[in-house]
């Protein structure tokens, strides 16, 4: 996959804030590493996958789907996709 092909499936999602289960999680932990940070000016956590993992993982397109779905997005210098975390 490239990093064209990832953008044209997340490419068009914002960043926002959802929620997301631990059997989510897995699934997606299955593929590439999700690290829990938490945004200092807004004291917000969220979830954030490194774009070069992503591509180098063995990830479907439905799971790609499944994280479109979810809300995962570009951050602003495209490194890494981010969901933050609906308390």
Known sequence: MSIEDLKSILGEN?????????AEMANIMAYVGVKLQMDRHTLDYYYEIDVGDLLKSSITK??????????????????????????
């Open 62 to 87: 439905d799971e790609l789907d499944t994280l479109k779905k979810q809300g995962w997005a570009f951050n602003e210098n495209n490194e890494k996709i981010i969901l933050y975390i609906n308390t």
């Open 14 to 22: 914002k960043l926002s804030y959802s929620t997301i289960s631990f």
